[in-house]
């Protein structure tokens, strides 16, 4: 059975939100050409292919980290609570990392990116990204709980 948590349910900031980011995107592909897809960004970073392109993709990561950042010191951040052991946390990010480079992208850029270009990989991709995760969820929260 799903239930909301009507009394933190928030719909204005959520929309907020998804208008930032996709405003960002959109900005990132007129302005620069570039699709928003974190796992390539990052990637980028590790391994540069092109001289110059590494100073976008370092600013588009502190972006990303500074800004909770700033929004903790105008504001009072929301309390994250994680039910999970450390081995787990660790499981899954290679999980989703070995997962991103197979599908060569993560949701950020399939799901928001690629799906806003109407591109049938993106959308193979995202289905299988939430498949998996439903998945997972079921058999993590159903079957081994």
Known sequence: MITIDWLHFTP????????????AVALLILLEGRIAGISGIVGGLLQPRRTGDVGWRLAFVLGLVAAPLAWGMLALLPQGRIDATWTTLVVAGLLVGFGSRLGSGCTSGHGVCGLSRLSPRSLAATVVFMAAGFATVFVARHLLA
């Open 12 to 23: 204005a900031s959520s929309f907020a939100g998804g208008l930032l980011i996709g405003f």
